[in-house]
Structure formats: C-alpha cells, structure tokens
C-alpha cells in the first residue's frame, strides 16, 4: 500500500479496518453466563460488579502491597506519573502474587477476550492511591486513551463516593461514530512512544478534547456522564475507547488496583 500516505487520513483508516479485521478474525465466544455482561459491556462501554471480591481476598491485596510497599525496592515502587497527585506501585501481579485473582478469575477473562478477541491479554498491572485532596491532574480533561482496545479494570480498596475522585464515562461513547474520526486521526498522527514504547511529555496531551468540544458532543448524541462510584471491592470494567475522566479528590482517599488488557503486541 506504498502509494497511501502513512500519515494520511486514509492510512489511518486502512490501520483501523486491518486492526477491526484482526479482531473479527481471533473472535472468543464467552460462556453462556457472562453474555448478560458482555451485552451492558458493549452497550454502554463500561460494566460494574458491585462488590465483587470478598473482605478476604481485598486483605490479602492488601497485605501483599503493604509487604511490596516495605520491601521499597526502587525498581517496582515510583512515585510520580503523568497524571498529579497519585503515587503507584508497578508490577503489582509480580509485587503481590495474591492479585493475581483478579487478572485471572474465569469470568474477567472471559468477558474480555469476548469484547475484544481471543489475542487480548494483560497488558500492565498497578496499584494507584490518591490521597492529596483539591490537586488536579491531566486525566481530569475529557479524552479516550486509544482508537484500539485497551480495556481497563479497576478494584476498589476504599469506598468510591462521588467526593472520592470517582472516573466518569460518558455511557455509550465507545462505539464508532463520525465525530470520533477526525479524533482518532489526530490521536494517530500526533501519538509517538518513545523507543521503549513509553508515553513522552509531547504526548501526553493526546486523546483529549476541549471542554467545549466536550459540551457539543454530549448534547448532540445525547451521551450521558456517569460517575462510577461503589463500595470498597468493586469492579468497574472499562473500554478506555470511550470518553472519560478522573475526577478530583475531594475528601478522604482513592485506592485501587488496575490492570489493562490490549490486543496482543499492541502495548503502550
Ligand atoms: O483515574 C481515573 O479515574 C481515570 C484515569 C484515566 O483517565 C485512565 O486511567 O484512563
Ligand atoms: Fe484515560
């Protein structure tokens, strides 16, 4: 295909076709008890389980990145990120082998590989807390992650009200659409990792929109913003495709565990 431009409009829409084909191609036919699930996950772009993980398994999380947290070993622990506010511990399955019920429990991975394909797999996993009340960050801008899957869950180890920084998506947003397009191209053309495919300070800006942008796509297709708010152990299942944000801290703390599931090599 030497004679499109790469960078074109039309390059870009050759990449999406091939990556929709690939997907179409490695389908994963879910368990008959998780079609409900897949239905409200395709539907809305987001599905929650409210309390999900028992009071024991969110103690041994917890437990395993206390341990992680003793141990400090520079590699895995870094505090700092993009987004402001928040502090991570990196290669959390690794860190803290107990959260591996999270990333492999039957029906995660079922429903997953059922809204993407059979090639999904765990891409990264974390856990985040947010304790610094009033501070701002990035992600509190409106914008999808990616025009590819990169389906996120998150686990919540505190109670998420809406004055503890709940993520908002706007239900719905994920699904192709004409306004979504020249977004996407832009996100193509101006998204470059660096050789070691991690994020630059030039890209991090990517993906998002104005707020005015925000306004007129909400009102004209009729999206609605739902704060993902729920008691300590939920599991809120997300396609970053759709529009979505974080939300400012506003009283106590935010703590979870998050893994990102992308089609196999596509990793960012
Ligand atoms: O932390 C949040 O609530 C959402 C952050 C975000 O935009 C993301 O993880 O894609
Ligand atoms: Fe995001």
């Not at 999406?16 to 191609?25: A, G, P, S, T, V």
């Not at 929650?48 to 028992?54: H, I, L, N």
């Not at 306004?179 to 800006?205: G, S």
Request: charged content about 25%; hydrophobic content about 35%.
């Amino acid at each position: 295909m030497g004679f499109i431009a790469n960078d074109s409009i039309t390059g870009f829409m050759l990449k999406k076709l091939d990556y929709k084909l690939k997907c179409r191609l490695t389908k994963h036919q879910v368990q008959p008890e998780n079609r409900n699930a897949l239905s409200t996950l395709q539907r809305d772009g987001c599905i929650v389980f409210p309390q999900y993980f028992s009071d024991q398994q969110l103690d041994s999380f917890e437990a395993g990145i206390a341990a992680a947290k003793a141990r400090e070993s520079a590699d895995t622990i870094k505090n700092g990120h993009i987004d402001t506010g928040i502090s991570r511990i990196f290669d959390l399955t690794e860190v803290a082998p107990a959260t591996n019920a999270i990333f492999s429990d039957p029906m995660v991975v079922d429903l997953i590989k059922g809204y993407c394909s059979s090639e999904c797999r765990l891409l990264k996993t974390f856990y985040e807390e947010k304790t610094e009340i009033g501070v701002p960050s990035q992600s509190n801008n409106t914008h999808f992650d990616d025009w590819r899957h990169r389906v996120k869950v998150w686990v919540y180890l505190t109670d998420v009200t809406e004055q503890q920084a709940p993520t908002t998506i706007f239900l719905g947003s994920h699904k192709d659409h004409w306004w979504r397009l020249w977004h996407e191209y832009n996100y193509y053309l101006h998204f470059r990792t660096d050789e070691n495919n991690q994020y630059t300070p030039l890209t991090d800006y990517s993906g998002m929109f104005w707020p005015h942008e925000v306004e007129t796509i909400r009102k004209r297709w009729h999206y609605r913003e739902q704060a993902i708010t729920g008691k300590r152990g939920t599991m809120f299942i997300f396609d970053s495709r759709a529009l979505h944000r974080s939300t400012v801290l506003q009283q106590g703390e935010r703590k979870i565990i998050t893994g990102y599931y992308t089609f196999n090599g596509l990793g960012l």
